[in-house]
């Protein structure tokens, strides 16, 4: 019996092809609810802090000063936090593509 099962699945695998994608060539298709990059609507944003002391991994970074918002995209876990206790709601989770870089995972906006 258990040869049984196990022929079934060889010969499954065998014709199925393979379960992953050729990243980056092709991207696979998001859910909905898929979790992504972080976006900000910096004309709203009053620089409470308020983001970068609630994030887990302290992968954002506000300097009211310079009226600036910078987040570490390799830092960021995707978890969501800072888009719950945003007062001003100016912070948005997409789930758009991002192309594979080779460069600064550091993004900074500002309202300078
Ligand atoms: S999604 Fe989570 S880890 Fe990423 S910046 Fe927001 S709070 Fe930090
Ligand atoms: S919590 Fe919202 S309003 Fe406050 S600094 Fe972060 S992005 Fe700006």
Same mark, same amino acid.
């Given at each position: 019996?258990?040869?049984?099962?196990?022929?079934?699945?060889?010969?499954?695998?065998?014709?199925?092809?393979?379960?992953?994608?050729?990243?980056?060539?092709?991207?696979?298709?998001?859910?909905?609810?898929?979790?992504?990059?972080?976006? /900000? $609507?910096?004309?709203? @944003? !009053?620089? &409470? #802090?308020? %983001?970068?002391?609630? *994030? =887990?991994?302290?992968?954002?970074?506000?300097?009211?000063?310079?009226?600036?918002?910078? /987040? $570490?995209?390799?830092? @960021? !876990?995707? &978890? #969501?936090? %800072?888009?719950?206790? *945003? =007062?001003?709601?100016?912070?948005?989770?997409?789930?758009?593509?991002?192309?594979?870089?080779?460069?600064?995972?550091?993004?900074?906006?500002?309202?300078?």
């Amino acid at each position: 019996m258990a040869i049984l099962n196990m022929s079934k699945t060889l010969f499954k695998s065998l014709f199925h092809g393979p379960y992953t994608t050729l990243y980056p060539i092709k991207t696979k298709e998001k859910f909905e609810r898929t979790r992504g990059k972080i976006d /900000i $609507d910096m004309p709203q @944003c !009053i620089y &409470c #802090g308020m %983001c970068q002391r609630r *994030c =887990p991994t302290g992968a954002i970074q506000v300097d009211k000063a310079s009226t600036a918002w910078g /987040i $570490d995209r390799l830092k @960021c !876990i995707q &978890c #969501g936090y %800072c888009t719950e206790v *945003c =007062p001003k709601k100016c912070l948005d989770m997409n789930n758009n593509y991002t192309v594979p870089s080779y460069g600064e995972s550091k993004d900074k906006f500002s309202n300078a």
